[in-house]
């Protein structure tokens, strides 16, 4: 008896690693390969697209979702630049996470919440926004966050910058049932995201951080004076974003590189 309920435990136990592991590798197989495949096939839709049209339809409302996927060199430079200085200046620079902001986001969340205020900071960058859009569910849950860094660290070292900057601004929300630069430019602006001026551009970065509160349309005091903001910001970066130039920097600070330049002096 002892035994054959030790041999049923045992094919019980073994059943359930063998099946961990087929999922473990499936896991792997097909998020590494999604990965691959948008790095050159738009994304059709994201699951907060679906979960957004779930909304309306539950409040009653029309059901929108306005979308036009367009490539990078449609979208304006401008705006390009605008959501850097906007959402995450050190992009060109950092893998995928910003730790001087992360470190920043941790002791102003401790001082609100020693004052007991609800008021957060967060820390994402374009990356992991993007990452957050194309593979993941809104919330913030652990294993979403977890997820996320995991998803981040993947196309950072699959997708290029300009990659990771034409999906971000091709899927981001700007508005209700509104999503990426060309439907936001044409719905908002009218005129399409390759023809937005500086202070177009800015307008649209300033709203990202809350798309339903903020609108491009109506933009508020408030809005306008982060606008102003933003295209000094814009204005200090020389009105440009260049993609070449940093990964140029980047290749003459590695310590190989360092190591050739001392041996040529």
Known sequence: MI??????????????????????????????GSVFLFKYVPVPFTILMLQRCAEQKSDGKELKLSKDWVSAEEISPYLQLAVVCSEDQNYLKHNGFDYGA???????????????????????????????????????????KGLEVYFTFLIENIWSKERIMEVYLNLIEFGDGVYG???????????????????????????????LKFSIAKPTAYTLGRRSWCVQQMRYWGLKLDYDKEEAEEEEETPINKAKLSKKK
């Open 3 to 32: 035994a054959s309920s030790f041999i049923a435990k045992y094919l019980v136990w073994s059943f359930l690693w063998k099946l961990l592991k087929r999922i473990i590798i499936w896991f792997f197989i097909l998020s590494i």
């Open 102 to 144: 992360i470190r920043k986001a941790l002791k102003f969340n401790e001082k609100m919440e020693e004052k007991g205020k609800n008021k957060r900071r967060g820390a994402s960058t374009i990356s992991q926004q993007t990452a957050k859009n194309v593979f993941l569910w809104p919330g913030r849950s652990w294993i979403r």
């Open 181 to 211: 630069a060309e439907a936001a430019a044409q719905n908002y602006l009218h005129k399409s995201a390759n023809n937005l001026t500086a202070q177009d551009a800015a307008l649209m970065a300033v709203v990202l951080p809350s798309p």
